[in-house]
């Protein structure tokens, strides 16, 4: 995915993370959604599917660590990468709804930022990600 931006951009004065994320965001609930539509009839393909997103969450990962300026916010997604990557390691088909829901949490809180223009103090819901449920 970085290398598609890097192609893409080409040029990164105009990098803007927030709009990279949500695309990514974007791009991973399609991607579950899929996985969700195709689990049963053909594993082989969504195990792919679900590898293609997990190296989606390592790549915002990374990118977080080179770009962020923001500490907390950091290590809060970090964290949030951590478990959604771990949940998709499992494959588990019954958490798939879960995870979806964990982006849509995660789009809406990097929206606010963005409508905001706050880069320091933004509150993303972690809660959905410390239920009981999503926990392993």
């Known amino acids: 995915?970085?290398?598609?931006?890097?192609?893409?951009?080409?040029?990164?004065?105009?990098?803007?993370?927030?709009?990279?994320?949500?695309?990514?965001?974007?791009?991973?609930?399609?991607?579950?959604?899929?996985?969700?539509?195709?689990?049963?009839?053909?594993?082989?393909?969504?195990?792919?599917?679900?590898?293609?997103?997990?190296?989606?969450?390592?790549?915002?990962?990374?990118?977080?660590?080179?770009?962020?300026?923001?500490?907390i916010m950091s290590n809060r997604l970090k964290l949030i990468y951590s478990i959604i990557n771990n949940k998709l390691e499992m494959c588990d088909i019954k958490q798939i709804d879960i995870i979806i829901r964990s982006i849509q949490i995660l789009r809406e809180s990097i929206t606010k930022l963005k409508a905001n223009s706050i880069n320091n103090n933004i509150d993303i819901d972690v809660q959905a990600f410390q239920s009981t449920e999503f926990e392993a």
């Open 1 to 71: 995915m970085f290398q598609y931006y890097k192609q893409t951009l080409s040029d990164f004065t105009n990098w803007n993370y927030i709009d990279i994320t949500l695309e990514a965001y974007d791009k991973l609930e399609n991607l579950l959604e899929e996985v969700k539509n195709t689990y049963i009839e053909y594993p082989t393909i969504a195990r792919g599917k679900i590898i293609k997103c997990r190296l989606i969450i390592m790549t915002l990962a990374y990118t977080l660590n080179n770009t962020a300026t923001n500490n």
